[in-house]
């Protein structure tokens, strides 16, 4: 029922066109954001994953102009979402607002830094960051360390002052709210325990299935107002309330509903390689509970501690996930390295065909023309060389 309602288990669509990217998008709600490429950037990642190869370029048209009716904000993360969803955070923006106001020493000691940077949106954005010229547009520490400049439009950005006005080379181009976001959203005024039921809800149709927690993580709503919000939603009809076989807590069941409008399928018969951050694994506790799979990314892991490597992706197949894979898109040399390969148990062992050929079609969709390379690392790693050879 989960992965029906995250897309999967339907017949794919021969041609892959705007439109089925965006009935995928409507699904799913939200897009997480992260910057690592190392195989891809992972919004691409789960249309890839429910839909087969499609053309980048075709999401990037759809993403990186608010005119397409997509933005950036923080409904779980940094992610893409339909600009119509702008006034359910804005109870959001407003607690940003007030907290960072209140408690935050750069906030309280860069006022003025806050007024210029409206001023130069107003008189020349949508900008990017590294389009404004000023003297502490420099930036302190190694990697990701951000300038004031930067600083200070994120800021702006969590408030709902500034919103973004599309990529460029993956960089975001920042706008005042008023430039990007229609005068119609901008206006709608939604009470904040309305916004929470209606989030709420939408998390429920996204995930077909769970827990009070589950839905609440899918845009990270806290608080005692979230179960008041379910039981208005089990009220109405929205949530059924049901118990889930091995959904358990010292031996008593964890209280489960699914949306009334979930369908349970028949079978799942499908094969995708997940990116760390899908929904279908991006809450951890419920990745164990669904698949019995413990899943921690490692990016941040010194190398000599990482137990399966650095970008990880869970293989899942049908309805279970049988194995994880370290993929590196290696451009330079024209193929898709597998830089380990590991089994869930026994599952991955039996599935090495359809695992070998995900990994092939991964390679075409990347562009790479010399295929799959198998790294030695993993126990999965000698089966998949057997099968997919060399290249």
Request: aromatic share 10%; with cysteine.
């Amino acid at each position: 029922m989960a992965l029906a309602a995250q897309g999967f288990g339907r017949l794919r669509p021969a041609a892959i066109g705007t439109r089925q990217l965006k009935l995928t998008l409507d699904r799913l709600q939200i897009l997480q954001i992260d910057s690592v490429n190392v195989f891809e950037r992972s919004h691409y990642l789960p249309l890839h994953a429910r839909l087969g190869g499609y053309d980048r370029a075709l999401l990037d048209r759809l993403l990186f102009s608010p005119a397409h009716g997509y933005i950036e904000y923080l409904p779980h993360v940094a992610c893409f979402m339909p600009v119509d969803m702008w006034p359910l955070f804005r109870w959001r923006m407003d607690a940003y607002r007030e907290k960072h106001t209140r408690q935050d020493a750069w906030v309280q000691q860069n006022g003025a830094m806050l007024d210029w940077l409206r001023t130069e949106l107003a008189a020349r954005g949508p900008l990017a960051a590294s389009e404004i010229e000023h003297e502490s547009n420099v930036r302190r520490g190694p990697w990701w360390g951000w300038s004031d400049v930067k600083e200070g439009l994120e800021y702006l950005f969590w408030w709902g002052e500034v919103a973004s006005a599309g990529r460029s080379r993956f960089e975001r181009r920042y706008a005042l709210a008023e430039q990007v976001v229609p005068a119609e959203i901008r206006e709608i005024e939604v009470a904040r325990p309305d916004a929470i039921r209606e989030l709420l809800r939408r998390a429920a149709v996204s995930y077909g299935v769970g827990t009070l927690r589950d839905f609440a993580d899918y845009y990270r709503l806290k608080g005692p107002e979230v179960a008041v919000a379910a039981a208005e939603l089990e009220d109405a009809g929205d949530l059924v309330p049901v118990r889930v076989a091995g959904w358990e807590r010292n031996g008593r069941p964890i209280p489960a509903w699914r949306h009334r409008d979930a369908r349970l399928p028949r079978r799942i018969s499908d094969g995708a390689l997940l990116s760390p951050f899908d929904p279908i694994v991006w809450e951890r506790s419920r990745t164990e509970r669904m698949f019995g799979f413990h899943y921690r990314i490692e990016i941040y892991v010194p190398q000599p501690k990482r137990v399966y490597g650095y970008y990880v992706l869970p293989v899942l197949l049908d309805d279970e996930i049988v194995g994880r894979i370290d993929l590196k898109s290696d451009r330079q040399a024209g193929v898709l390295r597998a830089q380990a390969s590991w089994s869930e148990g026994s599952a991955g062992h039996r599935q090495v065909e359809r695992i070998a050929e995900l990994l092939r079609s991964a390679a075409r969709w990347q562009g790479l023309e010399g295929g799959v390379v198998i790294e030695p690392r993993g126990d999965l790693a000698a089966p998949l060389r057997a099968v997919i050879g060399g290249s």
